[in-house]
């Protein structure tokens, strides 16, 4: 299982505008749909990924705690399908079905929001403040498949607690780390080569 760390977005950064079609509902989503949430949290996931896999149900759980609170979710993936057809939007579909999921789960077809984000890994997480700058990335917690430390979505919690008390986040923050992004060929971001 090769282990990808996520790039690290500069935080300060401005939420990327993007336009996408939810594999669930088949309707297009932008960040602007999520106007008046105290935060947005966009996560890079994919359905044959062990990392993801290993986090479904914090995932699940954290975000039907948090979006009572003002919190956005979206999910995107952004993996070349051909490659690897357990990631189309008719699995997509069917994953968020069977997790029950209450988010949006985005298909990146041209891998271009991928690129904008700089993401890198699947789990990769990115959330955005009420002005919608970037002062969290990194990962869910300590937790990954091969280790003992139980999925508790502590890091990304604690972020999301500071902004629900109108505090600032911790510029303490570990990379996540998972399964690289599936690049179509000829499509590998120029980020991983500088």
């Known amino acids: 299982m090769a282990a990808t760390p996520s790039t690290m977005l500069p935080l300060g950064t401005e939420l990327p505008a993007f336009s996408l079609r939810d594999a669930v509902y088949g309707r297009r989503v932008t ?3 999520d106007r008046g949430s105290v935060a947005i949290v966009v996560m890079f996931i994919c359905n044959h990924c062990p990392f ?3 986090v479904l149900k914090e995932i699940g759980r954290l ?8 919190v956005a979710f979206v999910a995107i993936n952004s993996n070349d399908v051909a490659a690897y057809p357990d990631d189309s939007p008719t699995h997509m579909q069917e994953l968020a079905e069977a997790e029950d999921w209450v988010f949006p ?6 891998q271009e929001v991928a690129k904008t984000f700089r993401a890198a ?3 990769d997480f990115f959330v955005f403040d009420e002005e919608r700058t970037l002062v969290y990335r990194g990962q869910l917690d300590d937790s990954r498949p091969a280790n003992d430390v139980p999925v508790t979505g502590r890091d990304l919690r604690a972020a999301l607690d500071a902004l629900n008390a109108g505090k600032s986040v ?3 923050q570990r990379p996540s780390v998972g399964c690289n992004i599936k690049w179509m060929p000829g499509n590998e971001p ?3 080569t500088r």
């Open 105 to 110: 789960f985005l298909y990146d077809g041209t």
């Open 52 to 54: 993801v896999k290993h």
């Open 190 to 192: 120029d980020y991983f």
């Open 63 to 70: 975000t039907r705690e948090y979006q009572p609170k003002g």
């Open 31 to 33: 960040p602007a749909d």
């Open 121 to 123: 890994c699947t789990p």
């Open 170 to 172: 911790s510029k303490e």
